[in-house]
């Protein structure tokens, strides 16, 4: 599924001066939660940001492709998701792993890879390949997948953004995809049950996060 030249090992491209950390998974997963609990538990050490936004230009953008009122094609979602992780990659990102810090993300560059590329039909080479001009070829050290299943994540309440009013159909696609992306570069990988109580899975994300330091 990803191209052979890709050689996604942890640090690759990525190690600027902090540790680089990704929150992955489908729609409601408890990605937001856990990642805000992390950065939480590493205090001054550590950022959040969250995609797309953590930006002027972001959080725009954010507001548009959750919009439920507005359609937007595969293509233009896929570059939209790209300008954004742009802007937040260079204004944000690199300069606090440039001073050491752990930066914390709630998605990076694999959901695009996952949604546009696989799940709505564009090719993950093809939206990989727009999202390494995008970020420089800025790759996380860690990430994390909050594994859950589809039919358990469509039964957790709460408002749903234009994605998420797709159905399992859409999620399961999602899912199938991130398999195939930690088989490709399983180093970088942790998967964790986020099906579990928020602190059994808080309590294995500061474990990855503790032996990838």
Not at 105 to 113: E, V
Not at 175 to 200: F, K
Request: with cysteine; aromatic share 4%.
């Amino acid at each position: 599924m990803l191209p052979a030249a890709d050689a996604r090992t942890p640090g690759s491209f990525a190690r600027v001066g902090g540790l680089f950390v990704t929150f992955e998974g489908i729609d409601r997963s408890g990605k937001t939660t856990q990642a805000a609990r992390l950065v939480k538990a590493l205090a001054g050490d550590a950022i959040g940001v969250r995609e797309p936004g953590g930006t002027a230009v972001g959080e725009r953008v954010r507001d548009l492709l959750k919009d439920s009122e507005v359609a937007v094609s595969p293509e233009a979602e896929a570059l939209l998701f790209a300008a954004a992780r742009a802007e937040l990659v260079r204004g944000v990102i690199r300069p606090a792993l440039e001073e050491g810090c752990v930066v914390v993300s709630d998605r990076y560059l694999d959901s695009s890879l996952a949604y546009q590329g696989a799940a709505r039909g564009l090719g993950v080479e093809e939206v990989e390949r727009v999202n390494r001009f995008a970020t420089g070829g800025l790759v996380p050290d860690l990430t994390l997948l909050l594994d859950l299943d589809p039919a358990r994540a469509s039964q957790r309440g709460g408002e749903e953004d234009r994605f998420e009013q797709e159905g399992r159909g859409l999620q399961e696609k999602v899912a199938a995809a991130y398999e195939e992306l930690v088989s490709a570069s399983p180093a970088r990988w942790r998967r964790i049950d986020a099906g579990r109580d928020p602190d059994q899975v808080h309590e294995d994300v500061l474990a990855a996060v503790e032996a990838a330091r």
